[in-house]
Structures are given as C-alpha cells and as structure tokens.
Nanobody, 123 residues
Framework: VQLVESGGGSVQAGGSLALSCAVS????????VGWFRQAPGEQREGVAS???????AYANSVKGRFTISRDSAKNTVELQMNSLKPEDTATYYC???????????????????WGQGTQVTVS
C-alpha cells in the first residue's frame, strides 16, 4: 500500500493549508485513511480519519478548524486546515488500514501503512 502526502509548507498563525494523501484505487475503495502528526519530542497523534462510508472523526484539538474529505476522481484524501496555530506545527502523515474507521481516529498502532510525511510550520 503506497501513500504519498503533499501540500505541506509554512504559514502564519490564522492561515490555512491543504494537505493531500494520494492512494491507489484499491486502497481508496477499501481503507480507512487517517491523518496523524508528530512534533519534535512528541508522540504521533491522530488528527482526523475518514472511511468509505464517509464517517469522519477528529481530534478535539482540531475540531471546527480541520476538515477531512475524500476525492474519488483523484483517489485522494484531503485535509483542509484553517485557523492554524503555532501548536499545529508538526510533520503530518497519512495512514491507512483496511475496513471502516469507527468513531475515533485511533492510535498509530492500528494503521499498518504510512506515507513519508509532510512538514507543516505555523509561525
């Protein structure tokens, strides 16, 4: 399973960024895809997830600011990040696991497949 993130960068506090996770057509049709982030010295934490039924879940820290969505034309999972804060600074990863997501993003241990990450810096 191959996942490729794009869209990271630097932005001022209050600004917006959009991340994209490209997956194969099979992965898109069968997997729950989650976004995680990891700041230096911190544990990797779940940010948002979405599955083939359209069920979404968010970490409390990003609710109301981040939106996860699926684009069937591109086989991508998008993460729109608005009202960014300095504490959102991290490397962001997308991850996939077979089946539905459930009501929570879940921990990194339940996702076997990962992208290489993309840096987001908010100053």
């Amino acid at each position: 399973v191959q996942l490729v993130e794009s869209g990271g960068g630097s932005v001022q506090a209050g600004g917006s960024l959009a991340l994209s996770c490209a997956v194969s057509a099979v992965t898109y049709r069968t997997n729950c895809v989650g976004w995680f982030r990891q700041a230096p010295g911190e544990q990797r934490e779940g940010v948002a997830s979405i599955d083939t039924a359209g069920t979404t879940a968010y970490a409390n820290s990003v609710k109301g600011r981040f939106t996860i969505s699926r684009d069937s034309a591109k086989n991508t999972v998008e993460l729109q990040m608005n009202s960014l804060k300095p504490e959102d600074t991290a490397t962001y990863y997308c991850a996939a696991r077979l089946g539905l997501c459930g009501q929570r993003v879940g921990t990194r241990n339940v996702y076997p497949d990962w992208g290489q990450g993309t840096q987001v810096t908010v100053s």
